[in-house]
């Protein structure tokens, strides 16, 4: 069994001046298999893969390569022993094509240059083992999110790597687009590449790991192979107990909250929504599922007013929202969650607190003035309301981990008392006790009245507090289903391949 | 580092623009006796008054991720407007003159129309800033020169029959001792400093240049923040062009050449971030005298004038090279 582990961790540990990322993991690569690492954020996974591809270094412990011991002193030197790693985050230059940021760094090299005819050929070659039907001449720009994270994934792979690490690859990608990266690691496996992979999505990894390890604040909770475990085998390591998303709850719906009717957003070519109708009461949660580009995010947005439809109304408990702006709409008691909360929830140069009250600034403010008085009470309520874990309101948002960043975001908005609450992905990214929080807050909501709208791409989200579920394709609602429904029912709905 | 040690360089960094004043101020006053004196210091601070005036306006700017070069050809502009009101005004045969107040908020409302237009280009046409704030630069200066045919306007004092006197008062006068464009200065700063400090525009505004998306999505109106933080940006040039003439008694069309870029550099030098949602009045103010009592000391001591232009570059890098460290301590993690 030795002789098979490639690349080993022994004893890791690493501390940012008194918090402890790691405290002493041990962690084990495997030759051709695939090792899947679990574990809620700010588990350590990250600083685990940063430290395994030479990114940063171990406070102590030793890293084990082929039986030997080595220091990687950057991320290069991994590289060269045939270490590499898809990044979290899209390391994409957007005004780039995909060829040369599949090349970035290591172009080839001609006679006259860079042989840019042999670098279209490769990339070429990868798009289609990648099953991609993508113009190695596109600006990555103008590709959407889930084409570049294959972008990402074919620049890992045009290095000839022993061994990948995948952090969370598949977060923007299609179910469909997931089997292809699914029979690519099964090629590379059968190869003898070997491949840490970490996810979110726990059923997905599932399919495709040989070896499961679980981290949970910085220590390794459990480690087995793929044949002795289940999901709510990792679910208890992971958390520590077993987890429930919750269940629709028990509400009398009331009037009806929200009314959208023949909602049409034009795009290019073809409607992004596309006279669309649907009809929220108070009390009652709905969930959207849809793949990526089924125009969730886009009618959202449309309701929240970001976007301007060429047709369609939009009512609140029956008054016209149509000619309002955003924050008339917000005043009214219409607010959006959005799906990308760095880049639409949060202001990164603000505290804790004064996100929370950035969007209800009006409501304390006093003649000319803002009450400090009357904020401290806003964002003490809010903090408590959503359980933000955080050293205070002064702190810097960046300081909070990705769960509680969300929770300010949703906090943020409701703070603003609003009536109809849309959620974009209020999962997305975060671990499953932040989810279950999220959630829990929903339905919470809900009781007291609040009607809620959330989309998911995670069809396990669906069944658990959403009251109904509306299937979107091609910018319009192809069907519903109460709370009763299958996970198999929506995915047929949806137009996804059935998953294996 | 042990934490106490940290936290003694955090307080340093903080408060480097301070610090930097005190260093200033205690080296000229040990070089020249004439430096560390009362009037000495409040000449000083009437030179800064221009500067800081425009800075002011500057940060507004550069608080939502904006840029305004054009504040140094408005403050041109708007002078020469206010002395050519001031020289009176041909109608037909007859020559109007207008009382001093009329003339002054006439400059103001110009000035404003001319921040607007930069507020236009750069909120509802989405010009990028430098690029609207250039070409405005570059047309309101030749507006000056057209308007004079490149001469200056001289001796704008006016004359009691015309009952137009009082052109000079904010430029000369005092109160208690200190001169009008000081007391103009303080009464702004204090004025901008509780906006961005305690009402909801502040917040609004610091929102928009932190993550104008986010704001946006927040119910935060950021296409009224962007046109009123360029127009306020532009009557504050108009109130420094008002300021400069006045101290001068004569409007040139070339006055304030550069003064955009030294309106940065107090900025800069006082701690906000040029990315946008960083800085504040009193860090602006702090910036803007140590370039001014720098500048005037070199002048007291008698350093050649290319070797203060020298100073200046030097104080500014070294400003935003302890901006870009004390950033990056704060967010490497």
């Not at chain 1, 171990?58 to 590499?84: M, Y």
């Not at chain 1, 509306?470 to 069907?479: D, L, T, W, Y």
């Amino acid at each position: 069994m030795t002789q098979d582990v490639v690349l080993a961790a022994r004893n890791v540990a690493k501390s940012y001046g008194a918090v402890n990322a790691l405290k002493g993991v041990n962690f084990d690569i495997h030759r051709g298999q695939v090792t899947t690492l679990f574990g809620e954020n700010g588990a350590g996974k990250s600083t685990l893969m940063k430290i395994l591809s030479g990114v940063i270094q171990p406070t102590s412990g030793e890293i084990i390569l082929d039986g030997q011991a080595i220091t990687f002193d950057n991320a290069s030197h991994a590289r060269a022993r045939g270490i590499s790693i898809i990044h979290q985050e899209l390391s994409l230059a957007p005004n780039l094509s995909v060829r040369d940021n599949i090349f970035m760094g290591r172009e080839i090299r001609g006679p006259m240059g860079v042989d840019f005819a042999e670098e279209t050929r490769q990339a070429q070659a990868l798009m289609a083992e990648l099953e991609q039907d993508i113009d190695p001449a596109t600006p990555v720009g103008a590709l959407r999110l889930g084409q570049q994270q294959i972008v990402e994934i074919a620049r890992a792979l045009s290095v000839d790597s022993r061994i990948l690490i995948m952090d969370e690859p598949t977060s923007a990608l299609s179910a469909s687009e997931v089997e292809v990266l699914f029979k690519v690691i099964r090629d590379l496996t059968a190869k003898g590449v070997s491949i840490v992979y970490i996810s979110h999505h726990l059923e997905e990894a599932l399919q495709i790991t040989h070896h499961a390890v679980v981290l949970r604040d910085g220590t390794m909770t459990a480690y087995a192979p793929r044949a002795e475990i289940d999901l709510n085998w990792i679910v208890r390591n992971m958390v520590g107990e077993n987890y429930d998303l919750g269940s629709p709850p028990e509400v009398t719906f009331g009037a009806e909250a929200l009314t959208v009717e023949g909602l049409t957003l034009p795009g290019a070519g073809f409607n992004l929504v596309d006279n669309l109708s649907l009809s929220v009461r108070k009390g009652e949660i709905v969930c959207i599922y849809g793949l990526m580009g089924a125009g969730r995010t886009e009618l959202l947005e449309t309701i929240a007013g970001r976007l301007r439809p060429s047709a369609g109304r939009i009512l609140l408990e029956g008054a016209e929202m149509g000619a309002l702006s955003i924050a008339e709409r917000i005043e009214t008691g219409l607010a959006l969650v959005p799906e990308d909360r760095q880049r639409d929830g949060l202001v990164q140069t603000m505290s804790v607190g004064q996100n929370l009250s950035l969007a209800s600034i009006l409501s304390f403010t006093r003649g000319l003035f803002t009450s400090r008085r009357a904020e401290a009470a806003i964002i003490d309520s809010s903090i408590k309301r959503v359980t933000v874990k955080t050293s205070g309101p002064a702190a810097p948002i960046g300081s909070l981990s990705g769960g509680n960043q969300q929770k300010v975001v949703i906090g943020k908005m409701m703070a603003t008392n609003p009536r109809v609450l849309l959620l974009d992905e209020p999962s997305r990214g975060i671990d499953i006790g932040a989810k279950a929080e999220v959630f829990r807050l929903l339905a919470e909501g809900a009781r007291q009245g609040l009607a809620v709208v959330y989309s998911t791409s995670e069809v396990g989200e669906c069944l658990s507090i959403a009251h109904r579920i509306i299937v979107m394709r091609k910018g319009r609602i192809v069907a519903e289903f109460g709370p009763e429904t299958t996970k198999e029912e929506i995915m047929a709905a949806s137009g996804e391949a059935k998953a294996a | 580092m042990s934490q106490k040690s940290n936290s003694v360089a955090r307080l340093l960094l903080e408060a480097r623009a301070f610090l930097a004043l005190i260093v200033i101020v205690a080296v000229f006053s040990w070089l020249s006796p004439n430096y560390f004196t009362v009037s000495n210091f409040l000449v000083m601070a009437s030179h800064v008054a221009i500067y800081g005036i425009l800075a002011i306006g500057m940060l507004l700017v550069i608080l939502t991720g904006g840029i305004d070069l054009s504040v140094g050809s408005v403050l041109a502009f708007c002078g020469v407007m206010a002395g050519a009101m001031m020289q009176g005004i041909e109608l037909g045969t007859s020559v109007y003159y207008m009382p001093v107040w009329g003339v002054v908020v006439l400059t103001l409302a110009i000035g404003g129309l001319i921040g607007a237009v930069n507020g236009v280009l750069v909120a509802f046409f989405r010009v990028p800033a430098f690029v609207a704030t250039l070409g405005v630069m570059y047309v309101a200066r030749g507006l000056g020169l057209l308007q004079t045919n490149g001469l200056t306007y001289n001796n704008l004092a006016g004359k009691p029959e015309l009952g137009n006197t009082g052109f000079d008062w904010l430029g000369f006068n005092r109160v208690e001792g200190v001169p009008i464009s000081v007391v103009v200065l303080v009464v702004l700063a204090v004025i901008f400093a509780v906006t961005l400090a305690r009402s909801a525009f502040g917040r609004w505004l610091y929102a928009t240049g932190g993550n104008a998306r986010a704001a946006d999505l927040s119910g935060v109106p950021v296409t009224f923040v962007l046109l009123t933080v360029y127009t306020l940006s532009g009557i504050l040039a108009a109130v420094a062009g008002l300021v400069l003439s006045s101290q001068l008694t004569s409007a040139g069309p070339t006055a304030g050449n550069s003064y955009e870029l030294t309106a940065i550099a107090a900025v800069v030098v006082g701690g906000a971030a040029l990315s946008g949602g960083r800085g504040t009045v009193q860090g602006t103010m702090l910036g803007a005298f140590v370039i001014g009592f720098l500048a005037d000391g070199l002048v007291i001591v008698g350093v050649s004038p290319y070797w203060q232009t020298v100073f200046t570059g030097a104080v500014i890098v070294l400003a935003v090279l302890m901006n870009s460290l004390g950033n990056g301590s704060a967010r490497g993690r």
